[in-house]
């Protein structure tokens, strides 16, 4: 089965635990999903005044880790329309990956969180997703099959280019049950798709 790295940062939270549920759609596959973060690039005392959240779980990876999965997910809230420097930072540090091209031919897929719904959700995945091609990588969304994207009674995240989900501007927000359900589909539909390109 195939191996699939979660990779997320994460300020406030929302994006952790998005990217459970995406390793969680990944595991009902029978594939081995593995959950990590990029370092924290902002001084201790400066995250904690702005309460970021600062107890997370998932091991800090370190960019060789990439080469070791079959598929990588990344995701990261949104800064302005784009990722955040958090995870650019850490893609940028890949280029010994993309001189062996140790990622071509490899799954890539995203996931992000905005503060409104037209807060640059899908700028934001593109962003990521631009990355991931220049690695070579086989781009996988979030297709119109997870029907929850096309819910219009409630505030929902979804973009055939990823699962997201829409914070608030103070951040209260916490992804729904919809936001959840998008990415447990993602990981899902990554996880299969990657077996069928490993198998």
Same mark, same amino acid.
């Given at each position: 089965?195939?191996?699939?790295?979660?990779?997320?940062?994460?300020?406030?939270?929302?994006?952790?635990?998005? %990217?459970?549920?995406?390793?969680?759609?990944? @595991?009902?596959? $029978? %594939?081995?999903?593995?959950?990590?973060?990029?370092?924290?690039?902002?001084?201790?005392?400066?995250? @904690?005044?702005?309460?970021?959240?600062?107890?997370?779980?998932?091991?800090?990876?370190?960019?060789?880790?990439?080469?070791?999965?079959?598929?990588? *997910?990344?995701?990261?809230?949104? @800064?302005?329309? @784009?990722?955040?420097?958090?995870?650019?930072?850490?893609?940028?540090?890949?280029?010994?990956?993309?001189?062996?091209?140790?990622?071509?031919?490899?799954?890539?897929?995203?996931?992000?969180?905005?503060?409104?719904?037209?807060?640059?959700?899908?700028?934001?995945?593109?962003? *990521? *997703?631009?990355?991931?091609?220049?690695?070579?990588?086989? *781009?996988?969304?979030?297709?119109?099959?997870?029907? $929850?994207?096309?819910?219009?009674?409630?505030?929902?995240?979804?973009?055939?280019?990823? %699962?997201?989900?829409?914070?608030?501007?103070?951040?209260?927000?916490?992804?729904?049950?919809?936001?959840?359900?998008?990415?447990?589909?993602?990981?899902?539909?990554? %996880?299969?798709?990657?077996?069928?390109?490993?198998?």
């Amino acid at each position: 089965m195939p191996k699939i790295l979660v990779l997320y940062y994460s300020a406030y939270g929302h994006i952790e635990a998005m %990217a459970e549920h995406i390793a969680e759609g990944a @595991r009902s596959t $029978g %594939a081995t999903a593995d959950v990590m973060r990029v370092p924290e690039l902002v001084p201790d005392d400066v995250a @904690r005044a702005q309460h970021f959240k600062l107890d997370q779980q998932a091991p800090i990876a370190k960019p060789d880790d990439l080469a070791n999965y079959d598929a990588v *997910i990344v995701g990261t809230g949104t @800064r302005f329309g @784009r990722m955040s420097s958090q995870m650019a930072s850490f893609l940028d540090q890949t280029g010994g990956l993309w001189m062996k091209g140790a990622l071509v031919g490899k799954v890539g897929s995203a996931f992000t969180s905005t503060a409104s719904q037209h807060g640059g959700q899908e700028t934001t995945l593109f962003s *990521i *997703i631009t990355n991931l091609l220049h690695q070579g990588m086989v *781009i996988v969304g979030l297709p119109y099959a997870f029907q $929850g994207q096309l819910k219009i009674d409630e505030v929902s995240g979804g973009s055939p280019y990823g %699962a997201t989900t829409i914070t608030g501007g103070n951040g209260a927000r916490q992804p729904s049950d919809n936001d959840f359900a998008g990415a447990f589909f993602q990981g899902k539909h990554v %996880a299969e798709i990657t077996a069928k390109l490993v198998g």
